[in-house]
């Protein structure tokens, strides 16, 4: 009996993810539908192939699965930026943790999508959060958001924040992933090079931020004579180079300001530095915390460059964020800065918080519609997926998430999730632990017994 | 509740009763510890009292409480929608603060006294003032930097001596965002690499300049232990024990086999005065004070199994567990706290930073709150997540409700307000809106348990702590004057400094 439970439950799984189930047509009816730049009150979303078919307020399809929306909120889903998720298992487990590296010679060239697990079991566990799409990055120092101390841990493990991971300026790059269950969850690799700035970034260099910048000068030099004299230096005829190859070759997209630059940076005077290093250069950078930027806000507007921020950072940690405020994300909005509001610590098992993150941000100054923004369609533009999801308009990813209220309240809950048009099923490990103790677990027989 | 309804009489009080088994001159003369025995009716007082500081009971409370209070006034809050924190909710309701304390609470009929100045609160919210058990404010502050890291005296596994007070910096600006989230109780305790991390203390969260001032009169302590995987790690990171979770338990064992030998000696001589007196010893002393039941056991503790063992040394040795904390797998065997009156101090949202957190689930807290009997507490650890608490609480709700179980806003209210207060032995003064306690009381833009809510206005013992609108009542520290940022405002809505 049990087994066959079990049976019927795993081909319940595989039809729910099914191509097949994600290609039949679906349309979800009645809702309070953000689109993510806009709201439509009642308003139908269909779904088809993978896709958004449309988006308006007319009825459902004849034909069409129909899911009846009324009195809830309908949402593109979230998409985590500066995240771990499916590159980090448990955080204290070296082996399962692919998301930092420390050979010296594989740094910028370090790529973080080999080592997704589709498997992993922090992705059904943001899928419940609503998050659908994750921009994940090679962990670097000085990263991250959200600090998580276990009561110090981090103090007696001999490194703080700022524990250097690799000698090198460059922590690696990025990759764009999916949260649908399935075997393979990469959307695009090598959307991004992370380079650490500020006190980390300084450390790598020797100790002073003077040091970084010009070894990072220095390091692009050399990307761009090895860029103009790859033969020669295959055949040995160029000088030495402090970079291995691998790195060299993975640089020459940031050095011609194709591949952007995620630049981990806090204080106000290191935010007009990067600015300038980065004109100077003609290095595109998004840059990250950026918890000093409201001071700053009309020079990072004027570069053009977007933030990647974390809006409840509001305590003086270090040195470099003296000046953090809950009111940088609303203040970075209002001058026109593209803003992405990051999850909880590297966003791996608290990516969840994601929209609380948002939430808090509108109360403390941001509109709601730059908050549904900032997790939805600024995350796709700033790594260049505008209009492929993040946003419920047609022919985007069918990434669909019901909410039974507001998204960004604690006590709203995703009650049905379409990741590129496929429904997920809604459960997580978390979910079959809470089960098997929900009568206490004193029964006869031990939890263990349960499924 | 009533697990603790003895525990709020006051520190020197409670040291009296509890340390001395007979009638003890050290009692009778607290504060005046040179004097000579109080009557002198028998041999065993006649005799000359100890040199100073050499006997724990001459002074029991040696970094005694400096707390005044706020300016305060007469007041009725009416017209909000009130959470008293001990499971009511009154729409249109009334609370009265009288001399600093709650002097009743009731519906719109409730009448106002005269000379009552009348707090406005229509479309607001009202609950008791939020009280984290779990921080580390001040011992591990904003900043963090080298030199003012003072959380963990990683330095043995049992530092049972030292106390978390004496590492207390009254100006990190963490105090005054945790009470613009409308915390105004915090215990603030030593970190968890040690066994025995040292004394922990509960604090009102009133800017002071000193330690002293803060503290909150009354509380008993918490002496912080560590189940797990810190201190095994840290000291078999050395080579030294604990480096298994055995090693642990035979250290907390030994630990208090040594207490009771000490609490013993002690106590034989007091009761005959033949012979030396015992030395006094800071580590035993915190111990001892766990076996007499005047400090409170605040145990770090992440996985069931080990919950059922701890508990299990603390019937051994004949003292009580108050709370686990981070208890993250405390939904495993939430019918056995219950039986035996352990809160569980939880986080909804952390999970999977270690092996030891792996099975948490959002839903632990409600869970936990389900057996009669039971004390589900949510805590943060965390000085960013201590600000907001209320959508913590939130979100534990949320994941009860998400699993069919029917659980009010004024139930789960009380794992930030009541509750708490139960873990840290001071139900008795606070907690609730209910006659007779102090005057903590939080005014909420809207419902706590969204997360728009701000707090407006935190009272406490009835002194307007913080307002939202008036930046007369947003104080800043020393640390923060001058910074970069100073006196800017970072965009025009109403707020708090930070």
């Known amino acids: 009996m049990r087994l066959r439970n079990l049976i019927l439950g795993a081909v319940c799984a595989a039809a729910l993810t099914s191509p097949a189930f994600a290609q039949s047509l679906t349309a979800i009816t009645g809702g309070r539908v953000l689109t993510g730049t806009s709201v439509i009150e009642n308003g139908t979303v269909v779904i088809q192939n993978g896709r958004v078919v449309s988006v308006g307020t007319g009825a459902a399809p004849s034909g069409a699965r129909v899911i009846d929306a009324r009195g809830k909120v309908v949402a593109p889903g979230f998409v985590a930026v500066d995240s771990g998720l499916g590159a980090s298992e448990i955080s204290s487990v070296g082996g399962s943790d692919d998301q930092s590296n420390g050979a010296n010679s594989i740094s910028a060239s370090f790529d973080v999508s080999y080592g997704l697990d589709p498997w992993s079991f922090t992705l059904p566990v943001a899928r419940l959060g609503g998050i659908t799409r994750a921009i994940v990055v090679p962990s670097h120092p000085g990263g991250g958001g959200g600090n998580h101390r276990d009561d110090g841990d981090a103090d007696f493990a001999g490194v703080g924040s700022a524990g250097l991971q690799a000698p090198s300026l460059f922590a690696g790059q990025a990759a764009i992933i999916h949260l649908a269950q399935g075997t393979d969850i990469l959307v695009k690799p090598r959307v991004a090079m992370v380079a650490p700035f500020g006190e980390a970034g300084a450390g790598v260099a020797g100790g002073a931020r003077g040091a970084e910048f010009t070894q990072f000068k220095e390091t692009l030099a050399e990307v761009r004579l090895y860029a103009r004299n790859k033969a020669a230096y295959d055949r040995a005829g160029l000088r030495d180079l402090s970079l291995s190859r691998a790195d060299l070759e993975a640089l020459i997209p940031v050095a011609n300001g194709s591949l952007p630059l995620i630049v981990t940076v806090h204080r106000a005077a290191d935010i007009q530095q990067v600015l300038r290093l980065a004109r100077e250069e003609g290095v595109k950078v998004i840059l990250d915390g950026a918890e000093e930027g409201w001071l700053v806000a009309d020079q990072i507007v004027a570069a053009g460059v977007p933030v990647l921020l974390n809006p409840i950072s509001n305590l003086p940690g270090d040195l470099e964020t003296r000046a953090v405020r809950m009111q940088n994300a609303a203040v970075l909005d209002a001058a026109g800065v593209v803003i992405a509001i990051k999850g909880n610590e590297g966003s791996i098992h608290r990516a969840r918080e994601t929209r609380y993150n948002a939430g808090n941000a509108v109360s403390h100054g941001l509109p709601y519609g730059a908050a549904i923004e900032a997790i939805t369609v600024n995350p796709a533009k700033i790594f260049g997926m505008a209009g492929q999801f993040g946003e419920l308009r047609a022919g985007a990813a069918a990434d669909v998430v019901v909410w039974s209220g507001d998204p960004l309240e604690p006590l709203s809950i995703a009650e049905t999730i379409f990741i590129g048009g496929a429904e997920q099923a809604p459960t997580s490990r978390q979910f079959l632990l809470r089960d098997r103790y929900r009568d206490g677990g004193e029964g006869a027989m031990p939890p263990a017994y349960s499924r | ?498």
């Open chain 2, 1 to 498: 509740m009533r697990l603790h309804a003895l525990r709020g009489s006051s520190l020197a009080v409670l040291a009296c009763v509890l340390a001395g088994s007979l009638a003890l001159s050290a009692c009778a003369t607290t504060g005046g510890e040179d004097k000579p025995a109080a009557d002198g009716s028998s041999d065993v007082e006649a005799r000359q009292p100890l040199a100073r500081g050499l006997d724990y009971a001459a002074n029991p409370d040696p970094f005694p409480s400096t707390y005044r209070g706020l300016p305060r006034e007469n007041m009725a809050i009416v017209g909000g929608t009130v959470f008293d924190g001990a499971g009511r909710k009154i729409e249109n309701g009334v609370v009265i603060v009288t001399d600093g304390k709650v002097a009743a609470v009731g519906d719109a009929s409730t009448p106002v006294p005269g000379g009552h100045r009348v707090v406005d609160a229509r479309g607001r919210f009202v609950t008791p003032g939020i009280i984290d058990v779990h921080s580390h404010l001040g011992v591990y502050p904003s900043p963090g930097v080298s030199g003012m890291s003072d959380g963990n005296e990683a330095t043995n596994p049992n530092t049972a001596q030292v106390w978390a007070e004496h590492s207390l910096w009254p100006q990190d600006p963490g105090f005054n965002a945790a009470r613009a989230g409308g915390v105004t109780t915090l215990q603030i305790l030593p970190g968890s690499a040690n066994l025995f991390g040292g004394r922990g203390v509960t604090v009102r969260n009133v800017p002071s300049v000193t330690m002293q001032g803060m503290k909150m009169p009354g509380a008993p302590y918490g002496l912080k232990m560590a189940c797990g995987e810190n201190p095994s790690r840290v000291y078999g990171g050395r080579n030294t024990s604990p480096a298994t979770g055995m090693g642990n338990v035979a250290g907390y064992r030994a630990a208090f086999i040594a207490a009771r030998e000490y609490k013993a000696k002690w106590d034989k001589w007091r009761d005959d005065g033949e012979g030396s007196p015992p030395t006094r010893n800071l580590q035993l002393e915190t111990l001892a004070g766990v076996l007499d039941g005047s400090v409170l056991i605040q145990n770090h503790c992440y996985r069931a199994d080990e919950m059922a063992v701890m508990i299990d040394i603390a019937k051994e040795f004949g003292y009580r567990i108050t709370a686990f904390h981070h208890a993250i797998e405390a939904y495993k065997v939430a019918p056995l706290l219950a039986r035996e009156g352990i809160c569980a101090d939880m986080w909804a949202g952390w999970w999977g930073f270690k092996m030891e957190a792996l099975d948490a689930v959002e839903a632990n807290a409600a869970l936990v709150d389900a057996p009669q009997g039971s004390c589900a507490v949510i805590h943060s650890d965390d000085a960013e997540l201590t600000q907001r608490l209320n959508q913590e609480t939130a979100a534990a709700l949320a994941a009860g409700r998400r699993m069919g179980m029917n659980i009010s806003e004024e139930r789960a209210i009380s794992w930030i307000t009541l509750n708490p207060a139960r873990s840290l032995g001071i139900a008795d003064q606070t907690g609730s809106l209910e006659a007779g306690k102090r005057a903590d009381v939080v005014i909420w833009s809207a419902n706590p348990f969204s997360v728009y809510a701000r707090a407006d206005q935190v009272f406490i013992d009835g002194g307007l702590s913080f307002d939202r609108m008036n930046p007369a009542y947003q104080p800043l520290s020393d640390y923060e004057l001058g910074q970069p940022g100073f006196g800017l405002s970072a965009a025009n809505v109403p707020q708090g400094a930070r």
